[in-house]
């Protein structure tokens, strides 16, 4: 890669055979190549965006996946894409979950930006006045998607002062959640809206959203119908139901201060709510009438916060404080959502009070983490496994919801089909807990299904089926991330077997690995 120029340029590795069984084996090379193709197809400048067709903004969590991808076949970019995120960061702290192209139309997604109206609705908070943003935002990968991407090349990064000049606000959207977003007052962040989390449409919402009356179908349109089958989509209802919530924080000014009050159980204006337009209308329940305690978004945090420790290390500064936070986050994690009768994470409603008994993704993505208990862990790999998301039996990706479940649908978004990013991070959770077998599997099925679904968003859990957009952003990141992995483990294992043989000896080491 020349790293003046913003063309990826990738060569091809050496062909490496993945098999499932009764699949083909897919060439390696030919992945690697054509997902280096996707991400440039999606790049607009100073930035990936998930999908030309459906998605053509730039997404909060999907730009710190695609980095975490580029880093192999372009570091400079990767590092470009969060800079390019992270200079729209509000002065709170908050990273938003959206960055507008000005050059799209508005009518191309909805939300758009005269519906968010940050440079006006949020200029309390912050909001950047030269671009506009969401108001909301995203699960926080980006300080372990930094510490990643300056592995890769910690000589371009370090004459760059690429994590010089992240950590900073690195650390500032952090603090702006430990601190505005602990609805709940027990340490962990909250969620006040369904695309907060990420995984839209999950049935772990639909109990909280009953809360919520949907702005009128008329004060909205929805463009993703336009490039999406209706069927697969979230419902109008419940579409209704997230105007109605955004429309609600925008109206208060993008302010979180006053949801403390609802998550405590009582009632009255706590979040505003504006008399203006139909779909910013009260919805009948009390402002900030949702308010979530989530496991992925949390899990992420502590990841990223163990990242910025890292980060913090590289700079010169001590990261024991970071450590230990990551530590007591994940005391606080176990204490308020693990349920030993589910053998997973559960979500945890703050206006009803008490955890939400349905079985999803999120509820898995712990595993990801270090510092988890042992009878944690060995559940929470049996429940993957098991018969409601049945691994390596039943499904070939991680379904996003239980497979047991009344509102299983293997291909409406969120509520059954597999999506690559999630299946990415169990993939790293399983490694992280020595389940190498398994998660050798699961990267194998990762590489094989991104590449015969042309990169697809997500697919049918079981039978690999794409759905939704294809050509997307993080799904030839990630494959990308777990290529290149497969072909470290390889060369190492080859390694080692010869120095096991006395043949030789070698040194395994990798400074650009992300193992650490």
């Not at 496994?385 to 990706?397: D, S, V």
Request: aromatic content about 8%.
């Amino acid at each position: 890669m020349d790293r003046s120029s913003t063309q990826l340029t990738v060569r091809p590795a050496e062909p490496v055979a993945y098999e499932i069984a009764g699949d083909s084996p897919v060439s390696g090379g030919s992945l690697r190549v054509r997902a280096a193709q996707v991400l440039d197809a999606n790049w607009t400048g100073g930035s990936t965006v998930p999908s030309r067709s459906l998605y053509p903004h730039q997404w909060s969590w999907d730009s710190a996946f695609i980095a975490i991808g580029l880093r192999h076949v372009s570091p400079l970019r990767a590092q470009t894409e969060l800079e390019t995120l992270l200079t729209a960061q509000w002065a709170d702290g908050r990273v938003p979950h959206i960055v507008f192209n000005p050059s799209v139309p508005l009518d191309a997604y909805f939300p758009s930006p005269d519906f968010w109206r940050s440079s006006t609705a949020g200029r309390a908070a912050g909001a950047p006045r030269t671009v506009q943003t969401s108001g909301i935002v995203q699960p926080p990968v980006h300080a372990l998607a930094a510490w990643l991407v300056h592995r890769a090349d910690p000589g371009l990064s370090r004459a760059r002062g690429f994590l010089a000049r992240m950590y900073p606000r690195l650390a500032a959207w952090h603090r702006y959640l430990l601190h505005r977003r602990d609805l709940g007052g027990a340490g962990l962040v909250s969620v006040v809206h369904p695309w907060e989390q990420g995984m839209d449409n999950s049935p772990c919402w639909d109990a909280p959203l009953a809360r919520i009356t949907p702005a009128p179908a008329r004060s909205f349109r929805r463009a993703d119908l336009a490039h999406g089958a209706p069927e697969d989509r979230p419902t109008d209802l419940d579409y209704g139901r997230y105007v109605r919530l955004a429309a609600d924080y925008r109206d208060a000014g993008y302010r979180d201060a006053g949801y403390r009050d609802v998550a405590a159980g009582r009632q009255g204006d706590a979040a505003g709510g504006g008399q203006g337009d139909a779909a910013g209308g009260r919805h009948g329940a009390g402002g900030g009438g949702f308010a979530v305690e989530d496991p992925a978004f949390n899990a992420l945090l502590i990841a990223s916060e163990h990242a910025l420790a890292h980060i913090a290390e590289e700079l010169g500064a001590p990261g024991a404080a970071r450590r230990t936070r990551a530590e007591r986050l994940t005391e606080a994690l176990v204490e308020r959502l693990w349920d030993p009768a589910s053998g997973m994470f559960l979500c945890r409603d703050l206006r009803a009070g008490g955890t939400i008994p349905e079985r999803s993704v999120s509820g898995l993505v712990p595993l990801l983490l270090p510092g988890l208990p042992r009878e944690a862990v060995a559940a929470l790999v049996r429940t993957l496994c098991g018969p409601h998301f049945g691994l390596g039996e039943r499904t070939r990706l991680v379904p996003s919801y239980d497979l047991l479940g009344e509102a299983f649908d293997p291909h409406r978004y969120w509520r059954g089909p597999a999506w690559f990013n999630t299946s990415w991070l169990l993939e790293r959770g399983l490694r992280v807990h020595g389940e190498r077998e398994r998660a050798d599997a699961l990267r194998a099925a990762v590489l094989h299904l991104a590449e015969v679904t042309d990169f697809a968003e997500y697919v049918d859990p079981y039978t690999g089926e794409a759905c939704g957009a294809t050509g997307f952003g993080w799904t030839a990141a990630l494959a990308l991330d777990l290529h290149h992995e497969l072909h470290k483990d390889l060369l190492k294992d080859a390694r080692e077997g010869v120095s096991e043989a006395g043949t030789g000896t070698f040194d395994t080491s990798d400074e650009g690995g992300d193992r650490a």
